[in-house]
């Protein structure tokens, strides 16, 4: 007996037709560099989308073919999004976070021809240009800027194509779709390449109620930028379900993100930690400046929002949700939704759940594994967190396979450290090169940088490993206090000796006005490792 | 460029891997033929369902055999459709509400080996039994009925391998996990095969916010049996999230299942629309008796719900949402959810949309096609109403393709007539063949139908075609007046009349005490027509 269904390939297209046919009305809004709001709908982007495709068609792009993107988050780099899988090429998203070299160097690896690049990024254009040549530069015209001699303009290249259909190139589903690397804390960045399969997989599996919960009265605004992951994956979800967009632009301070809410209101943002520790910090210092909607989700991605993070913002009537993934997971692997089980456990279990990794999305398995095979699932054995499936990458473009990032069987080896728990709460204990090794022991710098941010007077904490003779490995923390507020290093020991046994205190503090952050908003350990090697 | 995802096929398996690990501790309630109920973890029932895979796998069942299962709906059922596609066998789901030969004509089609079967089954599987011999019959013991000599019990058949765990046959995703026969209102049944990729796929996509939005929160009725198109995918998809299942068994009157509303709490009920115009009768005749979740959903497909029934239930704070699908669908085609641009046209307009069949699920493509090709989407114009997916039937088990069936260009010809509005929403009109063709011009059985069904009088209506002379066709009208009710023929015609032209009316109206039904709950207009020839 054989299966009578369809044969017919998943493709990011299918995304596409949703938002030309049958959620035309939804709407886009994109901020401009001068902090103005353009607004467009759907069936307009959908329009620009295919003149696109059509101009990149005409310039002689080909299946494959890699069309870069420098870019911040707006309505032209959704049209990037849909407009040139729709000409069968394959979008690269380059982090504009990223010095010029580094970005000429990963342009390189890519072999990325066609450049679509912001205006107000030209400087940091210049600098990639002295490395590496793209065959063709568009620029998007955001501000006045005049447009650099030999770059055209985008509205000028899609002109010619406005108004008219375009039949989407043929594909088979396992065709790529984009290509995005990863931040490489460690060694050269590595590409990720998502297929058609894989990011039409990840939508409908990211839309679900218990995950991003995307729905047509949703109105999402990802301030995770559109070069990260896919911006984790939010651009084809939400179109998918129909949602309407807010998209940011370059003004990501507190305040501009603040203002944004207030006049857009968004029922889901998305970010990284810091972003949302500044703000609330902002709010606080400004009552009644702005209104937040009830009832906000903030997604939390990139690192895990502490269970402090999570009780402040539910203490402000927003609904603070983790996730976890990874550029390699594309990247939504687990997040932290809250069970029957735990809602019957009370607030206090709520508010610690909710700080975990969470529960492994539908479309990946995950195991964790230690010295004797995998652990089992009962919140306490820890080992290296391994994850596997259609979304999940099985190898890097143009790199050799490497049994430290992929093992025998198949499974990727993430690098974190982490538990699982009986109801399937995933909890990362530490990036396992940043578990600190003292006298034969680990210590967990997630943990103590968790406990640390409980403290009222700590806006951020960081520890890592210092080289010691005789225990290997002694942690020092790095903390920063909140405006007018500051404590002793007794104090700040005794508050973490409630949780930490005393060989596990850090021996050595250090006060920086700021922890140094990566190009995608993390802590940068690799950075304060240098400043403080011994 | 090649993508880099890893190649891992999509599975059953892995919404298996779901009840067994993450969800264990959800709950699966069964109400048993004495109207007990029994519940049973997902831990349980997985743990039972890989004793059954065992069971099967020792009793000499290999990849790709059909076991087939007569079965109401209870925890058994679940446990077979998990179960069977660990042992890599297919399910194949027979209709208890179908002749024991009719029955034995699809099992032999079919070529079933092993049948599970409820012991409140056994008459009819002794009528089956006269046509068609299964390889080994296992009986359900749910009452208190002796077991049939030569059949052994299900109990005593996974007994030897409770407990342990069972290594998943390893499958290609295109390969079959179930069957099931079309109910064959034209012609013989034909067999639809799922495939682990469309079974997969279409859980996810169910799952969605704006489609059946399931989360681990819900708890999930399906009234709709479990052999009728893989109970609209709901045991998959309820699984998948972590929703617990109320499974209602062989006990379905109105009062019966409004008990079991009672004392379960469900927050989504699924089933036809028949089922609920009983509910609701029941309901007003005994006011106090039940009580109802407030914001329940109710999901009504096998045929649109009316606008009057919709209001009837919003009236009973009970959400009333229409989706459209069949068998050869997997089943979600369309369901109508209330887009905000509906939302702001007001309450009439919300009800009216809501009485649509909906707007397409993202994992199928929708066209109207006319005599000249494709129509507009502009909410009037009429045509053939044809879908396209990966979850969509390309053809029948053991059946020659037929373009009655399928389009040169691959789409499937669903009978159905149907307008697709501008926003999406897709409206049927009738079937095609009970359209009534009348003076060169067609009349919607199904817009009369539901006009009729708004008169206050009125309980059920089906309209259907007598040949004439001069006309070709007319329409005539079956009426069941609710309890204590009655008008007359010309109250009737007038009611019709603010919304039909003269020579469209019935001539000729028959009051009945019921509609007849076919095997799935849908009026039988083949038994009509035999009833009223002319």
Redesign the interface.
Known sequence: ??????????SVN??F??MS?????AEVISRLPDKSLRRHSYAQIAERAMALAAGLEAAGVRR?D?VATLCWNHHVNLECYFGIPLAGA?MHTLNLRLAGEEIAWIAAH??DGVLIVDDVLLPLYREIAKHYEFSRVIVVQLGDEKVAAGAGSYEDFIKPYRGKSFVPKPHDE???VA?CYTSGTTGRPK?????H??TF?H???A????YF?????DVVLPVTPMFHANCWGVPYAAV???AHLVLPGPHLHAEDLLDLITETRPTLALGVPTIWLALIQALDANPGKWSVPKGMRSLVGGAAASESLVKAFSERGIDCVNAWGMTETSPLGTLS?V???V?EAGHDEILRRKSFAG??A??L?LRVMGDEGEMP?DGRSVGELQV??????????DVEPDPDKHTAD?W?RTGDVATVD???YMRISDRKKDLIKSGGEWISSVDMENALMSHPAVHEAAVIAIPHERWTERPLACVVFKPGKAISTDELRAHLATDFAKWQLPDRFEFLSAIPKTSTGKYSKLKLREMFPH
């Open positions: 007996m054989k299966s009578t269904m369809m044969s017919v390939p998943l299918a995304i037709n949703r046919k049958i959620f035309g009305e494959g890699r394959v890519a072999k396992n065709d790529p290509v590409g990720v390449v998502y297929s399969r894989s997989l939508a409908l599996c839309s679900a109620p218990d919960a995307l729905s047509c009265r998918m379900n129909g939704f069970k029957p089980k809602s529960i492994p539908p479309i398995d699932w596997r499936g259609p979304c999940i990458t099985g190898g890097y473009h198949g990727l009986s109801l399937g």
